[in-house]
Nanobody, 114 residues
Framework: QVQLVESGGGLVQPGGSLRLSCAASGLAFSSYRMYWVRQAPGKGLEWVSF????????WYTNSVKGRFTISRDNAQNTTYLQMNSLKSEDTAVYYC???????WGEGTLVTVSS
């Protein structure tokens, strides 16, 4: 079964950290660029980050640069999003996306609140 499964979301105070994971199955994970996308309550989709097949190239939207780090472990078919110095505006459902296959995970909710 081809799927992406996110985990690691939760409630965290402003300034805190979380690490999201996205486990892939049923696809040649190391052959594809992977993305993280988020959707805040009542807002549209925002592309947060991507990582190349090898992991050598990454991109971040301006609002998370210097705070978030994307990585991947091709041996474990998993991509990660380390989120530090979290702000209330980071509150959103975070999705792992395989753009080439049009495959989205179910998402994991991150809530940043005191």
């Amino acid at each position: 079964q081809v799927q992406l499964v996110e985990s690691g979301g939760g409630l965290v105070q402003p300034g805190g950290s979380l690490r999201l994971s996205c486990a892939a199955s049923g696809l040649a994970f190391s052959s594809y660029r992977m993305y993280w996308v988020r959707q805040a309550p009542g807002k549209g989709l925002e592309w947060v980050s991507f990582i190349s097949k090898s992991g050598r190239t990454t991109w971040y939207t301006n609002s998370v640069k210097g705070r978030f780090t994307i990585s991947r472990d091709n041996a474990q078919n998993t991509t990660y999003l380390q989120m530090n110095s979290l702000k209330s505006e980071d509150t959103a459902v975070y999705y792992c996306v395989h753009l080439g296959l049009g495959l989205w995970g179910e998402g994991t909710l991150v809530t940043v609140s005191s």
